[in-house]
Nanobody, 124 residues
Framework: QVQLVESGGGSVQAGGSLRLSCEYS????????VTWYRQVPGKEREGVAA????????YYADSVEGRFNISQDNAKNTVYLQMTRLDFEDSAMYYC?????????????????WGQGTQVTVSS
């Protein structure tokens, strides 16, 4: 069973930056695509970004395009989410997910493995 562990969350002032990390236990069919989703209380989880492990496909939600950057370090089995120019609306619990493909990365059901989440809080 693949496991995902997120880290790097915390509190930051608006305009600041944070880098989240998602370490996956092994590369398998179910970790061909790694994604970041976020959720605030009372709302559905929404996709932020996704990346093909070892491939070229990278995807972003419109709300973070140009501010967030997803990248990978295959030697460390880790996917990063570099977040810049953070604002209050970026405050959420951020989850790392994995699945066999990124084609429909904006659909939560495409991912069958999730981490425990890491909290990001942006203050003014």
């Amino acid at each position: 069973q693949v496991q995902l562990v997120e880290s790097g969350g915390g509190s930051v002032q608006a305009g600041g930056s944070l880098r989240l990390s998602c370490e996956y236990s092994e590369y398998t069919y179910n970790t061909k695509c790694v994604t970041w989703y976020r959720q605030v209380p009372g709302k559905e989880r929404e996709g932020v970004a996704a990346i093909y492990i070892g491939g070229r496909g990278i995807y972003y939600a419109d709300s973070v395009e140009g501010r967030f950057n997803i990248s990978q370090d295959n030697a460390k089995n880790t996917v990063y989410l570099q977040m810049t120019r953070l604002d209050f609306e970026d405050s959420a619990m951020y989850y790392c997910g994995a699945g066999p493909r990124c084609r429909y990365w904006y659909r939560e059901r495409e991912f069958n493995v999730w981490g425990q989440g890491t909290q990001v809080t942006v203050s003014s």
